[in-house]
């Protein structure tokens, strides 16, 4: 009777485990959701992309604001890059688009229509998002890009990865479309990962884009590759770029310069330059840091 004992013992370890775990599941759908759905969503109709920050204040904690007093319009297809230190309030101010977030004070508006007034539902269905870290499930390349529109043809899926120098590379997998790309996508490179979030925002076709650092992790071959894919998701969309590397961000419509939560400078690329502030004092930084790193290997070669 030992085994049946053993295995009684272990059921229950298991059990113990079980319980521990639904503790946790119920306590995290028991918590109240921070933003709200309206009792009576208004519509979007065709949605233009025109975005506005009034008087934007927003903190994580009660009086410790990361935004204070944002205000800006950004025009349907414009391309806005937001550049600044760490802590600046960079992912802070895309993450009310989606509404993640609702302003501590002041509206967001989406085409005159106040945020908190949309079904959430509908207002992120506007909006594709490629993240710096990626997310791909241990599924099919195909049931991947699909995540952007399930309901999406065959030939559309094929479209949207060509689209996002995706095709190529996925044709040339074992099992093409249908190959298996392990948990968060182990079996991809950082470059072909980002092609197939690329295709999945592609495929839905969202007026409003957010990219947060999509190239700071790849290297140099992947990034053109990738920069190239999303030159031509950017086209005619609102968007907003959160950048790293500035040399990525030269022919963006405006670049907006945010430090310590505000916005301190705002222009083009020349124009910033132009200036002795505080973006011409990143950039100069930033490519006299890569100037020694390049002269290290360099040395290091010889040696």
Partial sequence: ISQPVNSLTRAFGTWQQA???????????????????PAKPRRLGKVEGRVTFENVTFAYVPGQPVL????????????????????????SL????PRFYDPTAGTVWLDGI???????????QQIGLVPQETILFGVSVRENILFGRPDAT??????????????????ALPDGYDTLVGERGA???????????????????????ILDEATSALDTESELLVQEALSRLMTGRTTFVIAHRLSTIRNAHRILVLDEGKIVESGSHTELMAKDGLYRRLYEAQFHKEDQEMSTVGTSLLN
Avoid: W, Y
């Fill in 19 to 37: 319980l521990g775990a639904a503790d946790r599941i119920f306590e995290l759908l028991d918590v109240d959701a921070a933003v709200k759905e």
């Fill in 68 to 91: 204070q007093e944002i205000n800006l319009e950004v025009e349907p297809g414009e391309i806005v890059a937001l550049v600044g230190p760490s802590g600046a309030g960079k992912t």
């Fill in 154 to 171: 065959e030939q559309e899926i094929i479209e949207a990865a060509r689209i996002a120098n995706a095709h190529d590379f996925i044709t």
């Fill in 114 to 124: 106040d945020l908190r007034e949309l079904s959430v539902r509908e207002l992120r």
């Fill in 187 to 209: 079996a991809l490179s950082g470059g072909q990962r980002q092609r197939i979030a690329i295709a999945r925002a592609v495929l839905r076709s969202p007026r409003l884009l």
């Fill in 94 to 97: 895309v993450n009310l688009l």
